[in-house]
């Protein structure tokens, strides 16, 4: 069943117009991207930061767009990582060699606003009409200032092989089940793989009985809450599943698990949209449903959810053209251009349409998410329980690798 939604579409030219007018006022003075008149005279090239796999063609689609509103104005993609970029620009920005505009996940907005290598945003009014009111939150700061402009909202659910799979598992226990048939009636093949070495997979399993990290509105940076019992329950239960994936972490990379399920050779994948070019481009018929409920929970499990957003970086030379390019991404037109190339699901206040099936399975997996956390104690988070979520799949003691993980992410 394909998902469609209306688009309303806006005149391409009285939308960018007005957005792009927008970005020449500030409202709140200094310190904000496009506070001043975006420049219609000297050639200006705008680097960008983005991934491959479908943001990069859509970058490219959308600079050139961009550049036939602003003949002097060029875009260049270069591929960073979504997942790397607040990693490399402290490093790259001050240099010089960083991007006027670059994509990372909302829940980053602490470390890059403390660390001062964004700048905010200008016309948070403009901005407001084109995103959903849930993605301008995620990127606000605790001051109220908005820092980032949102393009896509992601979480992750099962991909699985409709040539493996005839029915998808809803609770843990019957994916173990299915796994542990599947493994013995197609030797070489796995039924479930995931990377178990990436705690934004493995965050789940700590959130049975309503456990949440930093609390229910992720804002406690004095409660992780990654040893309490629901925790050290779920991790157990994640440590179950080495009975059916029976193979080392180290082992079990994001790249190898991708390449099992690409290549037909795993049954029930766990994944986000932005796979859905990859495994489509690898001929895989597929279908995407919601996460397992854990054990005693009727529900499928909490996934995280994520706002994909562009920043401008606060070592650009062209803080009104980069806010202008950043500002012109969120547009109806853009909006629904990244929809279709990327087949992930937009942040826009216009109606968008959907192709693509698979969006049908986030969408519904979007109802059972927790944001992640934007404070910046979460950026300890990541290594802790990268490191936790590997040691406890390996055989490690649960109870003392979230102790261990909890004490380094409160660490001063």
Known sequence: MLLRRQFLALGMTTAVAATLAACGSSSDGSGAAGSSEVDTSTEITLKVWESLLGPDDFIKQAGQKFTELHPNITIEFVNVEVGDASKQIPLDGPAGNGPDVFAAPHDTLGDLVTGGHVLAVADVDSLAANVTQSALTADTWTDGTVYGY????????LYYNKDLVSEVP?????????????NAANSGKYGYVMDVGNFYYTFPFMTKGGNRLFGDDGLDDQAPNLNAPEAVEGFTGFQRLREVLPVAAADLSTDTVDGLFASGNAAIHLSGPWNVKNFTDSGISFGVAPVFALDGDSEPATTFAGVRTMFVSAYTDHPAEAAAFAAFLTTPEMQQLRADITGMMGVSTSSLTYESEATEGFSQQMEHTFAMPKIARMAKVWDALNAASSNIWDGADVAGELSAAQNAVLAD
């Open 150 to 157: 949102p393009v896509a909202a992601e979480t992750y659910a």
């Open 170 to 182: 809803t609770t843990f226990e019957g994916l173990i089940s299915f796994a542990r048939d599947f």
